[in-house]
């Protein structure tokens, strides 16, 4: 690990934070995704002789996203982020559940944050969501698990968006 590692440090200095080019238009929010993520990162590791790879692996009928830092060397550095997706068998959730993984992976392998890291609303308690909240989500095309970052869902909440999905 001694040539990966070196070559890491050298990387990490580098490396930017990204930016925070696309909107979320439910939570109206901006954010880095996924290609924001790949501009800050991928540049500084290959000037330093690691490329990235990120493929798909099922372990035990469980899908994960597998980080892998490989220097030039041949020593490499991994890490695994499980998928999820809110809706079994839909081709966009799942791939929505790749991009999330390989973003959150990629940023924890390289030991970056990005700007919208807010130490603050960690530690506030989510508000719940109402039926109002609910249909605003639907509308947006917001997924459960989007809603459920942001609110307090309770199990009837859940079951009224889940009808409005039907």
């Known amino acids: 690990m001694k040539n990966i590692a070196t070559a890491l440090v050298k990387a990490q200095l580098e490396m930017t934070t990204p930016k925070k080019g696309s909107v979320n238009p439910f ?7 996924l290609n924001d993520v790949l501009e800050a990162i991928v540049p500084a590791l290959n000037n330093n002789g ?5 493929p798909l692996v099922n372990i035990e009928g469980k899908n994960f996203v597998k980080t892998v830092l490989m220097h030039e060397s041949g020593e490499t550095f991994e890490s695994l982020a499980e998928i999820f997706c809110a809706k079994q068998n839909d081709a966009q959730a799942y791939g929505s559940g790749i991009s999330y ?11 970056i944050g990005s700007e919208d890291d807010d130490a603050q609303k960690a530690v506030q308690p989510k508000p719940n969501a109402t039926k109002e909240v609910m249909q ?3 509308n947006a095309k917001a997924t459960l698990q989007q809603i459920k970052s942001k609110y307090s869902v309770t199990p009837e909440m859940e079951q009224f968006f889940n009808t409005l999905n039907k």
Not at 101 to 111: D, E, N, Q, T
């Open 136 to 138: 605003k989500a639907h």
């Open 27 to 33: 939570y109206k929010n901006k954010y880095a995704d």
């Open 101 to 111: 993984a390989r973003r959150y992976s990629l940023s924890s392998i390289c030991g």
């Open 50 to 54: 690691i490329v990235l790879l990120q």
